[in-house]
């Protein structure tokens, strides 16, 4: 079974800053995908990026983009320039080519200080 | 527009009443998802269906049921059989790459 694992619950940091959240996963396969989702107090969950394994290049989606080390197994999210906007609880999520389902991490919650 | 929809947003039920939840969507997609989440825990997969007339059985199916006779509609039961209801559930379709709104359910 494949595990995914937020290690910091909460972070916080100042307008216009980059910020980096962490995410690691367990799996014995080698076909997979990645997704970085978030979840604004609306609670609606919004997908970010998307990183296929079998692709060496980083996924970059705007000001958001991925560090993904498929051999250390971690899948990094990095926001350039931090936004109020981008307060947020943020889910790491596996999910393999052979049953297509997603394992989520337990999410950390950021907050864009003024 | 397309997307997904849930309803109720909110949804109030006496302990040992079963409740459905509507989730339905226009996008044309084969598989939908129904997760739960609780506070600290992530989502947690329930049920899940690849096609209309087929579904599986996800992380915590207990006390769960669903069906899928359209394509268009995945509605979720609540059974009183499920010793703790209360949570917010989201649909999603198509490699859950789309969710819809959630419907919060309390069981009083």
């Known amino acids: 079974a494949q595990t995914v694992t937020q290690s910091q619950p909460e972070m916080s940091v100042q307008e216009a800053e980059t910020v980096t959240l962490s995410c690691t996963y367990d799996?014995?396969?080698?076909?997979?995908?990645l997704f970085w989702y978030k979840q604004p107090p609306s609670r609606q969950m919004i997908l970010v990026i998307r990183?296929?394994?079998?692709?060496?290049q980083n996924a970059t989606e705007n000001r958001f983009s991925v560090n993904f080390q498929k051999a250390a197994k971690s899948f990094s999210l990095k926001i350039s320039d931090s936004q109020l906007g981008d307060t947020a609880m943020y889910f790491c999520?596996?999910?393999?080519?052979?049953?297509?389902?997603?394992?989520f991490g337990t999410g950390t919650r950021l907050t864009i200080i003024p | 527009d397309g997307g997904i929809t849930q309803s109720p947003k909110y949804l109030f039920r006496k302990e040992g009443q079963n409740v459905t939840l509507s989730c339905e969507q226009n996008?044309?997609?084969?598989?939908m998802y129904w997760y739960r989440q609780d506070p600290g825990q992530g989502l947690r997969l329930i049920y899940y269906?690849?096609?209309?007339?087929?579904?599986q059985k996800g992380d915590i199916a207990e006390g769960y049921s669903v069906s899928r006779e359209k394509k268009e509609s995945f509605p979720l039961t609540v059974t009183s059989a499920q010793k703790n209801p209360t949570a917010f559930y989201l649909c999603?379709?198509?490699?859950?790459?789309?969710f819809g709104p959630g419907t919060r359910l309390t069981v009083l």
């Open positions: 999603a379709s198509k490699d859950e790459q789309f």
């Open positions: 799996t014995s396969e080698n076909n997979y995908y």
């Open positions: 990183q296929e394994a079998y692709k060496q």
């Open positions: 999520a596996f999910m393999s080519f052979s049953n297509e389902k997603l394992t």
């Open positions: 996008l044309n997609h084969d598989a």
């Open positions: 269906s690849q096609i209309v007339n087929d579904f």
